[in-house]
């Protein structure tokens, strides 16, 4: 038994030092989704006046340091998601991110397409997210075996990297969305890049792919009531929420089945949304394909526009 032990310890402290080789490991739906619950973690116990939330869009724009440099509150953290549905991001703000960092501002991001009830997709948003034995500890609603799994992922680096080891030749999982963030959870994959950046291969690729996004496009009363209700959670907390409707390009608003009416539509929803729930809304509208990567992610120069332009409504974040 002892021997048995003592290889253990030692094959433990081998996985610590060499695991910054091996291939970064997600027991979260997505490798964003891990990254930000560990530094979440990480922030606990610390002041966290304003948390900034959303899809994509809030992901790459909201930009915490730059913010308090620009004379916001410094306690900025940016838990916006990438990729997944309004259902998730809203149980993931809910029950993980707002019960660990105690915001007293949230700033919700979201542009018309978070309205489509095409992005809602149920079974692979927010039932992929509800699978995963990770969320379900996070939550405090996992059995013993999923909240055993989340100890041993925590502190047993040998534990975490299992699959890795047993299988040490095969190719790491290609597809999913992996960004870089920084500290304060910021995205950082758009800031180097121009307008539609590569061949024009890429580029048509880009628009066909937020066209297919756009398909059908229609406010959803579903959408209307997740939004809603997630605003009305928050400030029955006592939390005051701004609500921005991200800026886009005017191609973005042309990829809409009917153009600027949908888009009209689309405000007048999130108009709507605020008046009933209390949030401040703010609508930056349309701004130069310039500040942007593609026609939804700012840039570089449009994160530092989006800051200057949110920086004052933030404030201290009380």
């Known amino acids: 038994m002892a021997v048995a032990v003592a290889v ?51 992901d790459a724009a909201g930009a915490p340091a ?12 940016n838990a916006s998601i990438a990729g997944e549905t309004l259902p998730t991001i809203a149980q993931w703000t809910e029950k993980v991110v707002v019960p660990r960092l105690h915001p007293k501002l949230v700033v919700l991001g979201f542009s018309s397409n978070e309205l489509n009830p095409a992005a809602l997709a149920p079974a692979t948003g927010l039932g992929a997210y509800n699978a995963s034995r990770a969320v379900r500890a996070a939550e405090g609603t996992g059995s013993l075996v999923d909240r055993a799994d989340a100890f041993l992922r925590r502190w047993s680096y040998l534990y975490r990297y299992r699959d890795d080891l047993r299988h040490p030749f095969a190719l790491p999982a290609t597809g999913a969305f992996n960004p870089s963030l920084n500290a304060a959870g910021e995205d950082l994959a758009f800031l180097d890049q121009s307008y539609l950046e590569g061949t024009a291969a890429h580029a048509r690729a880009v628009v066909e792919g937020v066209y297919a996004a756009l398909a059908g496009f229609r406010v959803g009363p579903q959408n209307v009531s997740l939004l809603s209700g997630l605003i009305t959670w928050l400030r029955q907390r006592g939390t005051r929420v701004l609500l921005v409707v991200m800026p ?16 009209q539509s689309s405000l007048d929803a999130f108009r709507s949304v605020a008046a009933g729930s209390g949030a401040q809304l703010s609508i930056p509208g349309i701004w130069p394909t310039s500040s942007f990567a593609d026609p939804v992610h700012l840039n570089g120069a449009g994160t530092a526009a989006f800051t200057r332009f949110l920086a004052p409504l933030v404030g201290s974040g009380s």
Do not use: C, F, N
């Not at 695991?19 to 530094?39: F, I, M, N």
């Not at 886009?248 to 888009?263: I, K």
């Open 66 to 77: 730059a913010l308090a440099g620009a004379g916001a509150t410094s306690s900025i953290y």
């Open 248 to 263: 886009v390009t005017a191609d973005l608003v042309r990829l809409l089945p009917h153009g600027p009416a949908d888009y």
């Open 8 to 58: 253990v310890l030692v094959a433990e402290l081998v996985v610590r030092v060499v695991h910054g080789r091996l291939p970064a490991v997600s027991a979260w739906p997505s490798p964003e989704l891990q990254k930000k619950y560990d530094q979440i973690v990480a922030r606990e116990g610390r002041s966290t006046q304003v948390v900034l939330m959303g899809d994509s869009m809030m």
